[in-house]
């Protein structure tokens, strides 16, 4: 009989990771404030999306990215953009779980701490196909500067049902808002648009121009920035003209990007296309600010998503590959990496998560509210920035098995940048905290001493208070010092989510590892007294 071939024979390699249930696996999800009361829809959506099948459906949405046909075969101009069936299984699983609408559920209280979860729990195995839903979910917070369109809109965007045919909006039961806000010489300064809007009648326009970056283009409207007689003005273009026809968005291509692989973003011209004003005109940025709040949630609950699951893996491997005559995990360097990594996990979930329940106990005026306001740009400054090193870090884990494209790992790495890039790059969200201070100086006041509250008795909290009371509290902010405002705020927000939510003896050492004294690699910090702890809450059985 032949022999086997020693290189068919594999061994000391872990099994494939898939048919897990993400949510059960994470102690750190299970126990936030956004898990509570929505325990078993949590634990049914991470065995959905932790199987083999929906797994497999992302690594194709990937594989097989967007393409764009201009014309249709027999030479008219269609505009269409075609994506792999994976796509659009993966948007009708995510609409049926209402991560597009479940904030502006018409039966119940708006759900923002089970959609985060479920977000949390996508963006692990997909988080390209988010952007439309994540648009489309903020889409009534700007839409409601133009009621009539608001009511037109809405019960639509409410619907569980994806609809991915290439039809006008009012032929569908459920829709996907895209947006249009940059432009090739103005990028985040969008007052610098050339984009024109002429009036036709009433709140009807026609508009001629372009935009740089046009996301998700197979959407049925889009909100767009563009110069009316009275200033930077918001629109809502739909893809079709009233009278059904196409309108006049021409994409000129899809653009190449580092990550985001399966979502579809563009570069189009707007000839004469046809769009309804949303507010008044020459307050476009206040009307579309509405919903920067909401996606720029999304971009930090992404980020900790993804970073979730490259512990995830981390933590797989090394639990079944042996080196030295012991488990991976078992050694004590690869051990003290895996509790660090884990530590941060733990911080970055219960930060977003808790952030998340704010805007879900807000009232438009309440304490909540305007402590939302404040958070979100540091929330999301640090959880976006944190992510493409933590991955890198957990990718190394896996040594070479990390860096080559048959896993996860690699996707996860292309992904992250990208949430620190959106709805306001570093800059931009720094300076945004401390204008936002500027305007509510009692708020920032009180949000301070709620989190001190929150995290006292930790280590460094009140020196860590003290030093925001100087970075934001005070009467001048210079923009120099904006980013480490919104690293401290964000700090000291986690550490007070921790004090929350986790085990004491965890929010501790975040506290004297991250707000106490500077970080350092992971791996260097002094967690050793919780090492196993972190460890096994971070893939529980």
């Not at 580092?258 to 570069?267: D, H, P, V, Y």
């Not at 051990?335 to 660090?340: F, G, R």
């Not at 930060?351 to 704010?358: E, K, Q």
């Not at 070479?400 to 940048?417: F, K, Q, S, T, W």
């Amino acid at each position: 009989m032949d022999q086997p071939r020693i290189a068919d024979e594999v061994y000391n390699q872990p099994p494939p990771f898939g048919d897990v249930n993400l949510a059960t696996l994470d102690t750190a999800l299970m126990e936030s404030h956004a898990a509570a009361g929505h325990a078993e829809a949590v634990c049914a959506s991470g065995a959905e999306w932790g199987s083999i099948d929906r797994l497999a459906l992302g690594r194709l949405a990937n594989e097989n990215p967007p393409v764009l046909h201009s014309h249709d075969p027999q030479g008219r101009r269609c505009d269409m953009v075609e994506f792999h069936p994976a796509y659009h299984t993966l948007m009708a699983a995510s609409a049926a779980g209402g991560l597009h609408c479940s904030g502006w559920d018409v039966t119940h209280r708006p759900q923002h701490g089970r959609r985060a979860a479920l977000l949390y729990l996508v963006a692990q195995v997909e988080a390209g196909h988010v952007c439309p839903l994540t648009m489309t979910h903020a889409a009534p917070a700007a839409l409601a500067a133009n009621p009539q369109l608001l009511r037109t809109f809405l019960p639509r965007i409410r619907s569980r049902q994806y609809d991915g045919r290439f039809l006008p909006f009012w032929e569908k039961a459920g829709v996907t808002i895209g947006m249009g806000m940059t432009e090739k010489q103005g990028g985040s300064d969008v007052r610098a648009n050339a984009t024109r809007a002429v009036r036709i009648q009433a709140d009807e326009y026609e508009i001629a121009g372009h935009k740089w970056f046009f996301s998700a283009p197979m959407s049925d409207a889009f909100l767009v920035l563009a110069q009316a007689p009275a200033g930077l003005t918001c629109f809502l273009m739909p893809r079709f003209r009233p009278e059904g026809t196409l309108n006049g968005l021409k994409l000129i291509r899809l653009k190449p990007k580092l990550g985001n692989r399966s979502n579809a973003s563009s570069e189009v011209e707007f000839e004469s296309a046809f769009a309804w004003r949303v507010g008044e005109e020459g307050r476009g940025v206040r009307t579309i600010l509405q919903m920067v709040q909401l996606t720029r949630l999304d971009c930090a609950v992404s980020s900790a998503g993804l970073m979730r699951m490259a512990l995830t893996l981390a933590l797989h491997h090394t639990r079944h590959r042996r080196a030295f005559q012991k488990r991976l995990v078992d050694q004590p360097a690869m051990a003290l990496v895996l509790a660090d990594l884990a530590l941060e996990v733990e911080a970055s979930t219960a930060l977003a998560l808790r952030l998340a329940s704010r805007f879900e106990e807000a009232g438009p005026l309440g304490k909540e509210a305007a402590h939302a306001r404040l958070l979100t740009p540091a929330v999301k400054f640090a959880l976006c920035k944190a992510a493409p090193a933590f991955i890198f870090e957990a990718m190394e884990a896996l040594g070479g098995n990390g860096y080559v494209e048959e896993g996860i790992m690699p996707r996860l790495y292309r992904e992250a940048p990208v949430n620190a890039i959106w709805e306001g790059s570093g800059n931009v969200v720094a300076l945004d905290l401390l204008r936002g201070a500027g305007h509510e100086p009692d708020a920032v006041h009180t949000l301070i001493a709620d989190l001190k509250a929150d995290a006292a008795g930790l280590p460094g909290v009140v020196a860590a208070a003290d030093e925001l009371s100087r970075l934001i509290g005070a009467d001048t902010r210079p923009e120099t010092h904006a980013r480490r405002a919104a690293q401290a705020l964000a700090t000291l927000a986690a550490t007070a989510a921790l004090a929350r939510t986790a085990p004491p003896a965890i929010a501790e050492a975040f506290a004297a590892t991250r707000l106490a004294q500077p970080r350092g690699l992971y791996g260097t910090n002094d967690v050793y007294n919780v090492r196993d702890l972190l460890i096994s809450r971070a893939l529980a059985a």
